[in-house]
């Protein structure tokens, strides 16, 4: 055995390894070593006979290079690796094991087993279920070892947002601080109060000196990706990924404070929700036919992800009244077609639909234009910026819910046009969605200059030879006279 083959270099990977906190995340940009962190971690107590770890990536292509680098180091520690096993075993009865889960619900061949180090490598492309499934595996009872959940990630992927809720990385980016859950659970008729604890060290490619010496050209092909794309691999930023429906979102840009001026239009925005939640927006017009998003009401459950508030049709109705008082110029609402749909009671008959319910309250709507690709294509086009430099789409400031859930709503992999449709938090686009297609913009379409070519030519001869005709001079002295 050998203590020598690999050290943590000082600053985020020796900050990584020395954590207590029961749930750990390694991430940012690319470079910085994690999937070293990782392997060599799960290490840590393999001279407990009872301890078992396990190190997962997405798909079995993915977990060989993890295996290729175990190779180099585990034997080093006396471990033999099983291939039917898909396990390491050490000389005192310790296992570190391989896993992924490349179907939706592969998490559940994990059913029954038990880990004291569960390891995510790149864990934003997991599903978040599928973290949260494998935190049930995580247990000891062996007060020497300690339950150890570890990710280590770049930015992107389908628990993009998961983990960056999950360690507050959108308000606390810097990282390095300590959050805890605390949990009243049932044990032996008796109320118990646990704690989970978790913290996020974020890394940079500078963290890994290794890297930088033996590969300086690394850090310059990094440098020649496209900028989102830079963003998130060479500076480690969450605000931009991989995927990133929106990337044009800005909020010094896009951003406005202030009173609105009291006559310009105003509407409404609705996207229904129950146990989902539910979003109603106020829209203003100026003269330019520019949006400004002067208002919004979400109806989700506090301290919850995408939880609604479970209204009553009625409920939401005079909310939405109340809501409408400060804004009396209020001239017409619109909300998606499924509140048109009527909805199937407990004794399996069909009730009023959402919108005759709220009609009833004096709230109506008109249909929303369904075309979803055209639909996030006008959002795109709002943003963009016009010959002046300003966006035909503006929000306010304090709306952080629309901030939050713009900037990190993800194109659908399957159909980067679209989003997905399924589990997301998506009640705030789609009612943007709708607002934006009452005002469809037409994209400036800019000809290119093709002054002296073929077609310009036989353009000014056809126009000269009309102006001969009309006044009676020749072909040649029009068309000297006709400029272009």
Known sequence: ???????????????????????????????????????????????FPDYRGIIFRRTFPEM??????????????????????????FPGGATIALGHM???DSQYRYQGKEYQYVAFDE???????????????????????????????????????????RFQIGQYPGGYRTFYDSINVSLA?????????????????????????????????????????RMRLLEGRWDAFEGQMFPEVNQQVHGFDGDLPYEWEAFGSFDWGYARPWVYQIWRVDYDGRLWLDYQHYGAR??????????????????IRQIEKDFPKLRWRVAGADIWSQKRRKDGFLGPAPAEEMAREGIVFIKADQNRIQGWQQIHHRL??????????????TLDDWWRTMTNLQEDE??????????????????????????????????????????AERRKLIAARNMANRYGITVDKAYRRIRG
């Open 1 to 47: 055995m050998t203590d020598v083959y690999w050290k943590p270099h000082p600053g985020a990977q020796m900050d990584f390894c020395q954590t207590w906190q029961d749930e750990v995340l390694f991430g940012g940009a690319a470079g910085p070593g994690k999937t070293d962190c990782l392997i060599m971690e799960g290490l840590r107590y393999i001279n």
């Open 302 to 319: 506090e301290g919850f992800v995408n939880v609604g508030v479970r209204m009553t049709d009625t409920e939401i109705a005079r909310e």
């Open 123 to 165: 864990a934003g492309q997991f599903l978040p279920k599928q973290l949260l499934y494998l935190f049930s595996r995580c247990r000891t009872t062996n007060p020497n070892i300690p339950k150890r959940i570890r990710y280590a990630t770049n930015p992107g992927g389908p628990a993009h947002q998961f983990l960056k809720d």
């Open 102 to 104: 490349a179907d939706q």
């Open 384 to 397: 963009r910026l016009d010959e002046g430099g300003e966006p035909m789409l503006r929000v306010r400031n």
């Open 189 to 229: 008729d008796k109320e118990v109060t646990q704690t989970i604890s978790r913290i996020f060290i974020p890394a940079r490619i500078a963290d890994n000196p290794t890297l930088v010496e033996n590969d300086p050209q690394y850090v310059a092909y990094l440098y020649q990706l496209p900028e989102i794309e």
């Open 64 to 89: 060989l290079d993890i295996l290729d680098r175990m190779h180099k180091a585990y034997p080093l520690y006396g471990g033999e690796y099983r291939a039917g096993e898909n396990r390491w075993h």
């Open 414 to 455: 399957n159909n980067p046009e679209d989003i997905p449709k399924k589990d997301i938090e998506d009640h705030i686009p789609e009612s943007t969605r709708y607002a934006v297609m009452t005002h469809p913009m037409r994209p400036k379409i800019v000809k290119p200059d093709d002054h002296g070519s073929f077609q």
